[in-house]
């Protein structure tokens, strides 16, 4: 299968995470590839931020799986930091390689690195596959999550 390579995202590869994002039933109807504008724009924001960290996993210099890695310091549990994982893709023909476990490795990784003593995240209660990949992982469905669109 060839070098896998975890590596911060650039502007040569939001066009394919952005491609990524899109391909699935919930992402095809919040995504617009065809506009990277916004995309572009956040990628700005995201990268003057030290506790964003959105990368790509590459392949023979292909875009293959993408994640954000959110840093947050806190005053619960004590005055621990957390991590936050969102925006986990794999691309369509990587699915089942093992990628993702690998991708979700190196968040957990860089997540202790950076001090942290707790990992979250959130998927669509429609995403049963990826709860299944997750409490795999270890992670378990302790909470429940709210959002509110604005």
């Known amino acids: 299968m060839g070098e896998l390579d975890i590596r911060p995202a650039t502007t040569d590869d939001v066009s ?3 491609g990524m994002l899109a ?17 572009l724009a956040a990628l700005e924001r995201l990268s003057a931020d030290p ?7 590459t392949r023979r210099d292909r875009v ?8 947050v310091p806190g005053l619960s549990r ?22 993702g ?3 979700i490795e190196w968040a957990i990784e860089e997540s202790r690195r ?10 669509d209660n429609t995403r049963t596959d990826a709860h299944r990949f997750y409490e795999r992982l ?13």
């Open 16 to 18: 394919a995470i952005v």
């Open 23 to 39: 391909d699935d039933p919930l992402g095809a109807q919040r995504e617009s590839p065809d506009d990277l504008a916004p995309y």
């Open 51 to 57: 506790n964003q960290h959105l990368v790509v996993a």
């Open 64 to 71: 293959v799986g993408t994640l954000q890695l959110t840093v």
């Open 78 to 99: 004590r005055g621990a930091t957390r991590s936050i994982i969102e925006g986990v893709r794999i691309h369509a023909d990587e699915r089942g390689s093992g990628l």
């Open 101 to 103: 476990s690998r991708l």
């Open 114 to 123: 950076q001090n942290c003593q707790l990992v979250q995240l959130t998927s």
């Open 138 to 150: 270890g992670f378990t469905a302790s909470h429940v999550g709210f959002k509110l669109t604005l």
